[in-house]
């Protein structure tokens, strides 16, 4: 399993973004989308109206745009886009609608363009004994990886399909509580309960809990859109 310092050197890697329009579903506080606007893309961050208020907050100084909306009902031309991101993303997809979410890229996506996954996976003792604390999303995520893997049978091309890892810590949980968890006694709750979980797992390790690194370890799919016959 190959370990990527972030999202952005494993999606360089895949996509060539530079003259592309792209839209990021699910953008959250617009890193990616930011990312995405300086390797030369035209990018649209989608997202509800909470979080692209988080990504608003930063000025905009390139040339990405933020569209409030959600998966099943895509607010974009069909045939519009090169590039679809999903980044932890489908699995907050309704379950019921996640079908409809797969016909909506397809809508929206240009004849052989790309469709991009990255889900996170759970494993015991990896960075998901934190991040499931917040919600336990199992459920939703064995029902996403369902979803994706059947589009293949429905107009698309599974090109690639992969477990990675990446390293996270403490302070990589705080962050992530800061963005979405916006009651501070809960925060506090959480962050006191992932410190007794890695605290463990680092005496475990030999390890003290600030210097305790996780994996957490996720799922990349990469879909091209088939030409219509």
């Given at each position: 399993?190959?370990?990527?310092?972030?999202?952005?050197?494993?999606?360089?890697?895949?996509?060539?973004?530079?003259?592309?329009?792209?839209?990021?579903?699910?953008?959250?506080?617009?890193?990616?989308?930011?990312w995405l606007a300086a390797q030369g893309?035209?990018?649209?961050?989608?997202?509800?109206?909470?979080?692209?208020?988080?990504?608003?907050?930063?000025?905009?100084?390139?040339?990405?745009?933020?569209?409030?909306?959600?998966?099943?009902?895509?607010?974009?031309?069909?045939?519009?886009?090169?590039?679809?991101?999903?980044?932890?993303?489908?699995?907050?997809?309704?379950?019921?609608?996640?079908?409809?979410?797969?016909?909506?890229?397809?809508?929206?996506?240009?004849?052989?363009?790309?469709?991009?996954?990255?889900?996170?996976?759970?494993?015991?003792?990896?960075?998901?004994?934190?991040?499931?604390?917040?919600?336990?999303?199992?459920?939703?995520?064995?029902?996403?990886?369902?979803?994706?893997?059947?589009?293949?049978?429905?107009?698309?091309?599974?090109?690639?399909?992969?477990?990675?890892?990446?390293?996270?810590?403490?302070?990589?949980?705080?962050?992530?509580?800061?963005?979405?968890?916006?009651?501070?006694?809960?925060?506090?709750?959480?962050?006191?309960?992932?410190?007794?979980?890695?605290?463990?797992?680092?005496?475990?390790?030999?390890?003290?809990?600030?210097?305790?690194?996780?994996?957490?370890?996720?799922r990349l799919n990469l879909l091209r859109?088939?030409?219509?016959?």
């Amino acid at each position: 399993m190959k370990k990527y310092d972030g999202q952005h050197p494993l999606l360089a890697e895949q996509v060539v973004f530079s003259g592309k329009v792209v839209i990021d579903v699910g953008c959250g506080n617009g890193d990616t989308v930011r990312w995405l606007a300086a390797q030369g893309a035209l990018v649209t961050g989608l997202d509800q109206r909470d979080m692209l208020a988080k990504a608003l907050a930063i000025p905009v100084v390139g040339t990405e745009t933020y569209v409030e909306g959600g998966a099943q009902r895509l607010p974009f031309a069909a045939g519009s886009a090169d590039v679809i991101l999903y980044l932890a993303s489908f699995h907050h997809v309704p379950v019921a609608l996640m079908p409809d979410a797969m016909q909506e890229c397809r809508r929206v996506l240009k004849e052989e363009g790309l469709a991009v996954f990255i889900e996170p996976v759970y494993r015991a003792g990896a960075y998901s004994e934190l991040s499931s604390l917040v919600e336990d999303e199992a459920e939703a995520q064995e029902q996403a990886r369902r979803t994706i893997r059947s589009a293949a049978a429905a107009g698309w091309r599974m090109l690639k399909e992969e477990l990675f890892f990446m390293e996270r810590s403490l302070a990589d949980y705080a962050r992530l509580l800061e963005c979405f968890v916006d009651d501070p006694g809960r925060r506090a709750a959480l962050q006191a309960r992932a410190l007794e979980i890695t605290t463990r797992l680092a005496a475990e390790a030999g390890q003290g809990p600030v210097d305790f690194r996780y994996r957490s370890i996720c799922r990349l799919n990469l879909l091209r859109q088939e030409r219509s016959r």
